[in-house]
């Protein structure tokens, strides 16, 4: 089959609806849960705010519009391999550079909702990543791998959402050695549902935050905050993420989108 004909089945099975489109993103807005980073580890993305221009009225009589204050890490984003000092001087490391063919690429789903469930701060490990092999498939170079926790469930708060106490947030994420399996595999990035790519403990691991600081070190992306992954196939979906054109942008919100069999 030629790609001229791919496409062409791809239009017609959207059109038809034997593909759907599911919507992998949060609500983006002033509500929208933000990174707490403690004191010691520097700074903090402030919450988005939103300006009103005009609303119909003597600012605008015929429009509506506004004007945002918005962190690159917002919601469900896109880390660009520039994000971490690891990936600073990789050639098309920012979403400006990055080539766009990237933004689209098939996405393997590891199901560990149970194991989340049972323990906020569960780690992915190169074990269940096999396991996961074992029953779906070989993860193949050039794909995404996502974590499926159904922490989502959990974004409407930044209290649930961050799940922190005295001793840090408690979230899932990898073990730095699942990450290095993967790079093996020469995935093109790692994402998961929780605020950010790393797991709660990830602070404290090492290298710390092995998820930001092994992708970008390898040019490669993450995905934070993702949701509906649970509406996704372990293997066959194809994922949609492509950043705003942010000029040395380190990241970015987006609208993920996964392309589904029905
Ligand atoms: O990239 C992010 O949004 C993120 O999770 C993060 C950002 C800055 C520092 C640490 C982390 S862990
Ligand atoms: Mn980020």
Avoid at 9 to 17: E, Q, T, V
Avoid at 66 to 74: A, I, K
Avoid at 162 to 184: F, Q, R, V, W
Wanted: charged content about 20%; glycine content about 10%.
């Amino acid at each position: 089959m030629t790609s001229a004909n791919t496409l062409s089945n791809i239009a017609s099975a959207l059109l038809s609806g034997s593909v759907k489109v599911v919507d992998l993103t949060a609500p983006l807005g002033p509500d929208t849960p933000v990174l707490y980073l403690p004191p010691q580890f520097g700074k903090n993305t402030p919450s988005v705010k939103v300006h009103t221009i005009s609303e119909y009225d003597e600012n605008g009589p015929f429009w509506a519009w506004n004007w945002l204050e918005l962190g690159e890490h917002t919601g469900t984003h896109f880390d660009a391999p520039s994000h971490w000092i690891t990936g600073k001087d990789h050639k098309g490391n920012t979403t400006d550079t990055i080539p766009p063919q990237n933004f689209v690429a098939p996405v393997n789903v590891i199901d560990r909702s149970k194991e989340g469930a049972a323990n906020p701060d569960y780690l992915l490990t190169v074990e269940s990543i096999k396991e996961w092999e074992a029953e779906h498939g070989e993860i193949e170079a050039g794909s995404w791998v996502v974590l499926r926790t159904d922490w989502y469930k959990r974004n409407g708060s930044t209290e649930t959402f961050l799940n922190a106490d005295e001793n840090g947030p408690h979230s899932p994420g990898p073990t730095a050695e699942a990450i290095e399996y993967l790079l093996t595999k020469n995935i093109i990035g790692w994402g998961q549902e929780t605020i950010g790519t790393d797991a709660g403990s990830a602070g404290g691991m090492n290298p710390p935050f092995p998820a930001h600081n092994l992708m970008h070190k390898a040019n490669k992306y993450g995905l934070a905050s993702l949701c509906h992954l649970d509406e996704l196939p372990a293997k066959g979906a194809i994922l949609i993420a492509a950043p705003l054109k942010f000029v040395k942008g380190t990241g970015s919100p987006v609208r993920a989108l996964a392309l589904v069999s029905k």
